[in-house]
């Protein structure tokens, strides 16, 4: 049996928010929530990376108790927010509970997990010799305690899948939510990304890669598909969704914001980091979301890239496109709010999903902020540096990370 999926809630936490509207708004003006990293992360001394998208004015004590402050990592702090936002704005009561709790599931993924309880402990007992590590640090730490927690939060006692699929979590997470109430396992399903990377580790780790954007301009540093494009600027927040079955939906009178039609899941079996150089498992997990949602790529209006602004991926991720979209590749609208809001790792698909959302309910592309010249072979319209006002009906969000992990969610304005 397969069911109908819609969209009945979103929540954010940011570096353009910390909450849809006003992260909306940001991303409709093309503002860049991107800084310099300043005394965020203490001794920075020999790491030349200089900026980073950072959330600001978050307060976990807004969202939790003073005991669950001290005992969650920020990643989690970041994941619990934007799930109570998503439980509020699609009307489910987590103190009355006016939910049946045995079919609501949890789904939030991450790459990173508890980096700066990691840090921390490994300082504190290795460097420092303490006597033991925290009684609080496997827990705090582990990748699945966003999912844990958050299903203890609002009582979910259905499916609690954790993905830890680097850049894709968010992306597979959603998918993954979207078959589980496909086939009947779940009746919701909270569903997206968390991040809290920004430590001195997780930079110096990424910087050692050559992965991270080495600019000192905010505004230069995210630059997906710009010729000068030289590496990513890491980002930390929280995207997720309220997904639900849509006759479930509709009895209980809950809004539906926009409708997931197809999932895409591939991998690239090629390389550690690099994706593959013919954008093959990108192309497949594309073909198959689209195919599943009984539509063709010329049907399709805009697709949320996942445009880190690495010199690979961008380009990689252009030829993936040309293949699936063969001669409808320079009509189809095609952008990444990473420019924005920088690359959240692990939570990037839940940010871009909801911009994503947004753009098909208002029918408005969000621009490629700061892209002033492409190369010869990034020939698509990646809509530079502003927004356009377009009536929207499909769309898609890929994302793609470290091992080959591949996924692409296909979306539809929604229509009654």
């Known amino acids: 049996m397969s069911r109908r999926v819609v969209v009945t809630g979103m929540g954010i936490i940011s570096p353009l928010g910390n909450d849809v509207e006003t992260y909306w708004q940001n991303i409709k003006n093309g503002e860049v929530g991107i800084s310099l990293i300043g005394d965020r992360v203490p001794d920075m001394v020999g790491i030349k990376t200089k900026v980073a998208a950072l959330v600001k004015d978050f307060n976990p004590a807004d969202w939790v108790s003073r005991m669950e402050v001290r005992r969650y990592d920020l990643f989690t702090h970041y994941a619990m927010a934007a799930s109570m936002q998503a439980m509020e704005h699609a009307g489910l009561d987590i103190v009355n509970i006016n939910y049946d709790s045995e079919r609501l599931g949890v789904a939030i993924g ?5 980096a700066a309880t990691w840090e921390k402990e490994f300082r504190n007992y290795l460097i420092e010799k303490k006597a033991k590590p925290g009684p609080l640090f496997i827990p705090m730490m582990l990748a699945n305690m966003a999912t844990g927690n958050v299903a203890i939060k609002v009582k979910a006692q259905g499916p609690t899948p954790a993905l830890v699929t680097a850049c894709a979590a968010a992306t597979q997470s959603i998918g993954e939510a979207y078959r589980l109430i496909q086939h009947n396992y779940a009746d919701m399903m909270l569903a997206g990304g968390t991040e809290a990377p920004i430590t001195r580790l997780a930079i110096a780790g990424f910087e050692a890669l050559t992965a991270l954007s080495l600019s000192e301009d905010p505004l230069r540093a995210s630059i997906p598909f710009d010729k000068d494009r030289n590496g990513f600027v890491m980002g930390e927040g929280s995207g997720v969704l309220m997904l639900e079955e849509y006759e479930h939906a509709k009895a209980r009178g809950a809004k539906i914001h926009a409708e997931i039609i197809g999932y895409g899941i591939t991998s690239d079996a090629h390389h550690m980091t690099s994706p593959d150089p013919e954008g093959k498992g990108a192309s497949r997990a594309m073909q198959y979301a689209i195919s599943e949602g009984g539509i063709t790529p010329a049907d399709i209006d805009y697709i949320n890239a996942h445009g880190t602004s690495t010199p690979y991926n961008d380009a990689f991720e252009t030829l993936a ?21 920088g690359h959240l790792l692990g939570a990037s698909g839940g940010v871009e999903a909801i ?37 929207l009906k499909y769309a898609i969000s890929n994302s793609f990370g470290f091992g080959g992990h591949n996924g692409t969610i296909a979306l539809k304005k929604y229509e009654e």
């Open 321 to 341: 496109i040309k293949k699936v979209f063969g001669d409808h590749a320079n009509k189809v609208a095609v952008s990444s709010t990473k420019s924005m809001v």
């Open 110 to 114: 991450s790459g990173v997990g508890g």
């Open 355 to 391: 911009a994503t959302i947004r753009a098909l309910q208002e029918g408005f592309i969000p621009p490629t902020a700061g892209l002033e010249q492409t190369s010869e072979e990034m020939d698509l319209d990646y809509v530079p540096k502003v927004g356009r006002k377009v009536e």
